[in-house]
């Protein structure tokens, strides 16, 4: 069972950056999807960033340009590196993990709070 633990959320000021970090366990798929949704109060869950085992990486039109996904297979980590920070990008952040072998996600992570605020 894939166990997915985040890290690197918190408070930021408007312009500024934060890297949060998601570490998987228990994966037994090479060829997987991986990235983060985020969930803002009130508000649906949306597709932030992703990124295919092989390096495919695709991002929601709200964040091109300030955010990057990237990934370190042999540590089974993902990252989301997010710069010049808005406050509407204030939300849950939640990582997941899907095989190619499914059509849904198969594990979730618990999510880590960004809070972008003066």
């Known amino acids: 069972q894939v166990q997915l633990v985040e890290s690197g959320g918190g408070l930021v000021q408007p312009g500024g950056s934060l890297r949060l970090s998601c570490a998987a366990s228990?994966?037994?798929?090479?060829?997987?999807?991986m990235g983060w949704y985020r969930q803002a109060p009130g508000n649906e869950r949306e597709l932030v960033a992703s990124?295919?085992?092989?390096?495919?990486?695709n991002y929601a039109d709200s964040v091109k340009g300030r955010f990057i996904i990237s990934r370190d297979n042999a540590k089974r980590t993902v990252y989301l590196q997010m710069n010049s920070l808005k406050p509407e990008d204030t939300a849950v952040y939640y990582c997941?993990?899907?095989?190619?072998?499914?059509?849904?996600?198969?594990?979730w992570g618990k999510g880590t709070l960004v809070t972008v605020s003066s």
């Open positions: 997941y993990f899907r095989p190619l072998s499914q059509s849904v996600i198969s594990a």
């Open positions: 990124m295919y085992s092989g390096g495919t990486a």
């Open positions: 228990g994966i037994a798929s090479v060829a997987n999807n």
